[in-house]
């Protein structure tokens, strides 16, 4: 049995805890380079086992909101090393969450206002970003229509996230977390109701489909070591206009023994949509650990007492948690302590400045 706030040894990194600070896009880098409020506001929840950033673009036109803050500049490298040596000041280890959108975009977030790109050109229907609205004003927007990716141009992206990881590195991080979950580029491809593609990456075969990410893992290793890589996968999510398609089980699968062969890090599960809570999500989620051999963590809507079950049952090794992050700086202290749990307020999730992002007081302060 596994207890939450008992320590766990990542690939060699030590961690205090298993508790993760799963990955909350807080869109506060206006001109996207972390500042000394975001190195104050991770420096705050380095007590949890693992922070893992926000999603951080690893280039321009890997962008699908505004404020997000990249990590493809020299600044933007300067920016998250203030986060790191803050992190690590207080015991902290932090992953760096390593993003592109894909078609999830819109042209006024998107450098000279050109189109976004996706494995096939349709729009995200129903869905929403955050970038400027006709008038210039921000603000939610639809995703703008996407342009295909020819085939060639595809490598240039897997290049872009091993530069992407290098810099991470470079900026102190302990290791990546590839994001190919929620709908954005990674899952894009994976997707065979969306990709229709006829080329080696295209939707007719598990291992067309499965391509781009198998390519973005073992370039991203290639450049940094497996040790320091892992990824956050959201099975059966429906999110950006993703839908059912048939053969999707087997695919997840297919995914989870090739990435079981690549030693990486961790896999992170995120319960997205929430079919994993379901009776068969739950024996989806005992065949993907049979499948993948490695650190588990999974994430979505967890509470102490749900967290330490799926530990007891051994369905997992570490568990994220998002939201309680938001207005609990000390979570991990809080819930090892039983101490009272804040509640966030939402309309501070994305935006603004220090409000509902670095002014929230660890417990003993409140009292
Ligand atoms: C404000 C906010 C921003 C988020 N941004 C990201 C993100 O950048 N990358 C990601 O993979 N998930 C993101 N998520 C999803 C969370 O990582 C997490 O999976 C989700 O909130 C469910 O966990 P929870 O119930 O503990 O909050 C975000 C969630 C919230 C609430």
Not at 113 to 118: K, N, T
Not at 263 to 277: E, Q, V
Request: hydrophobic letters at 40%; glycine letters at 10%.
């Amino acid at each position: 049995m596994s207890d939450l706030f008992s320590s766990y040894n990542l690939s060699g990194l030590s961690l205090e805890n298993r508790v993760v600070m799963a990955p909350m896009t807080r869109a506060r880098a206006v001109d996207t380079v972390p500042d000394s409020d975001t190195a104050l506001y991770y420096a705050q929840r380095a007590g949890a086992g693992l922070i893992v950033t926000e999603g951080t673009p690893i280039s321009d036109e890997g962008r699908g909101y505004l404020y997000t803050p990249g990590v493809y500049s020299a600044e933007q490298v300067a920016g998250w090393k203030k986060v790191t040596d803050a992190v690590h000041a207080r015991g902290g280890k932090l992953f760096s969450q390593i993003w592109h959108v894909g078609r999830v975009s819109h042209t006024s977030v998107q450098k000279d206002g050109i189109a976004p790109v996706a494995p096939v050109a349709e729009i995200a229907k129903n869905s929403n970003v955050f970038g400027l609205d006709d008038g210039g004003t921000p603000g939610l927007v639809s995703p703008s229509a996407p342009r295909a990716l020819n085939t060639e141009e595809i490598a240039r992206i897997t290049k872009e996230f091993a530069d992407a990881a290098d810099n991470a590195v470079k900026a102190g991080f302990d290791g990546v977390e590839i994001h190919g979950a929620n709908g954005y580029l990674i899952e894009q491809f994976i997707n065979a109701g969306f990709n229709t593609r006829e080329d080696a990456y295209g939707g007719a075969t598990i291992a067309g489909r499965i391509r781009f990410a198998l390519e973005v893992v073992d370039a991203v290793v290639a450049r940094i070591g497996a040790s320091r890589v892992g990824i956050r996968l959201t099975p059966f999510s429906r999110l950006f206009d993703l839908h059912a398609f048939e053969g999707e089980e087997a695919t997840w699968l297919e995914l989870a023994r090739e990435l079981s062969k690549r030693n990486l890090a961790y896999i992170h599960i995120g319960n997205a949509g929430g079919l994993l809570t379901t009776e068969e999500g739950h024996k989806f989620l005992t065949a993907f650990r049979k499948a993948y051999q490695g650190t588990l963590i999974y994430a979505g809507g967890y509470t102490q007492e749900t967290a330490q079950r799926v530990l007891d049952e051994g369905l997992t090794d570490l568990v994220a948690f998002g939201k309680p992050y938001i207005a609990n700086p000390d979570l991990a202290e809080r819930m090892r302590n039983g101490w009272p749990l804040a509640a966030s307020d939402h309309t501070t999730f994305y935006g603004g400045a220090q409000k509902g992002y670095t002014d929230y007081p660890a417990y003993e302060a409140a009292v």
